[in-house]
Every structure is written in structure tokens, then in C-alpha cells.
């Protein structure tokens, strides 16, 4: 189903600080420098409507929060949450992840990547197009500490087996771990508004945790 045309954030709202260009992460860069306080990153591929950014953010203030997301209205949306609620530990980036990740990412400078119902891209001609690629999973294997990984949720149970095939096929992940999600209190202890819409519908939801191996650093 399309998504539905974002609204616009409130015109006065300066959204400089949270609505940023690939390019404001130089070439092989950390994302720590994008960020006024110190802390581990934590990086979300397909923000939307930014549900998880504004939740996370502010549940885990001594952590980072940068999201992508490649649809100009709902970064501008995401970043006009941020930007109303003052949240210094959450950024948005508009544009591509992979690019993002391969090319301004150094090696080990994210605490964990979250990926949440991803486009399954169903035509054949399209599949190309999906995040959860070998080659982006190479690239967060890379790009996350030992110890970290990948969160991985979404209600197509064949992108999710093949993600997990993908996964196991290059070597650089930790058996997969299944995740469980909370019942909510609330609307926003879902992580994102897909989620709730999915899990309110009774449709069925994969999660599980790629880990990269080894310890983090001390």
C-alpha cells in the first residue's frame, strides 16, 4: 500500500539541526560529530514518520540516534518531531542508506542499526531495490561494533527468511535471535506506526537480532 502524503512540519519550527544532507557526514567520517554530546550511535534505515527516533531519543537520552531516510516529506516530517521536542540526540538525514553507510561510515562507529518493515519491493524488476541486500549487510557488519547488530522486523515472512539467508550466506553475522516486542500501554510503545498498524490488524510480525561477533570495546 503507498504511503499517504506526509504532512509538512510547522513552518516556524528551524529544522536545520535535525533534518541533515548526506555530504554533513564527510567521506569515511563518524557520526559521533554530528551529535553535541558524546555518546553511541544508533542508526535507523527508513525513519518515516519518525515514531522511533522521537520514542528512543527520549527513553535513552546518553545515546545517539541517526536516522535516513530516503523520502524528502517524511525527513522533513521526522526532523520537525525532533525539532519541536528539542532533541539534542536525534538527527535525520535525507537521502540513501547504503551510500550513507559505505561511503561516510569508518569502520566500528555504530552501536546497533535498526531496520524496520522495509519496502518488500514485491515485482521481480524491483527486488534489486531492497535495503536488506548482501551488500548492505556487508556494509553493516562493517560498520557496527563487535557485540552490536541489526534489528530486523517485518510482517513479509519471505523477505525476512531471505534477509536471514543473506545473513548467514556472508559469514559475518552471529546466529539470529528472535526478539520479542512488549504489549503496549500506549500508541507510542509501538516502534513504529507500521507496527502498530500491523499488530492492531492481528498480522503476524519476524523480528530477530543479526549480531555482529565479538565484544564490544571496553
Known amino acids: 500500500m503507498p504511503r499517504r502524503p506526509p504532512k509538512k512540519p510547522d513552518a516556524t519550527l ?3 539541526a535535525h533534518l541533515l544532507a548526506p555530504d554533513a557526514l564527510p567521506e569515511g567520517g563518524d557520526p559521533a560529530a554530528l551529535f ?3 555518546g553511541p550511535v544508533e542508526l535507523e534505515v527508513g525513519s518515516g514518520k519518525g515514531l522511533f527516533l522521537a520514542t528512543a531519543s527520549a527513553a535513552r537520552p546518553d545515546v545517539n540516534f541517526l536516522g535516513v531516510e530516503i523520502a524528502g516529506g517524511y525527513a522533513r516530517l521526522c526532523a520537525g518531531k525532533l525539532a519541536a521536542a528539542n532533541r539534542d540526540n536525534a538527527r535525520i538525514v535525507h537521502g540513501d542508506a547504503l551510500p550513507l553507510v559505505r561511503d561516510r561510515m569508518r569502520d ?3 552501536a546497533a542499526v535498526h531496520v524496520y518493515f522495509p519496502d518488500p519491493w514485491w515485482k521481480a524488476r524491483h527486488r534489486k531495490r531492497r535495503v536488506l541486500s ?4 556487508r556494509q553493516v557488519a562493517r560498520v557496527v561494533v563487535p557485540g552490536g547488530g541489526l534489528h530486523v522486523w517485518t510482517d513479509v515472512e519471505e523477505y525476512f ?3 536471514l539467508d543473506i545473513a548467514a550466506a556472508t559469514g559475518l553475522f552471529a546466529p539470529p535471535v ?4 512488549p504489549d503496549p500501554a500506549h500508541d507510542l510503545d509501538y516502534r513504529t506506526h507500521f507496527e502498530r498498524r500491523t499488530r492492531l490488524a492481528g498480522a503476524p510480525v519476524w523480528r530477530a537480532l543479526l549480531a555482529v561477533p565479538g565484544s564490544p570495546p571496553v
Open 36 to 38: 553535541p554530546r558524546s
Open 134 to 137: 548482501a551488500p548492505f549487510l
Open 14 to 16: 528551524d529544522l536545520s
Open 161 to 163: 527468511r531471505e534477509t
Open 178 to 181: 528472535e526478539e520479542t516486542a
Open 108 to 110: 566500528a562507529c555504530l
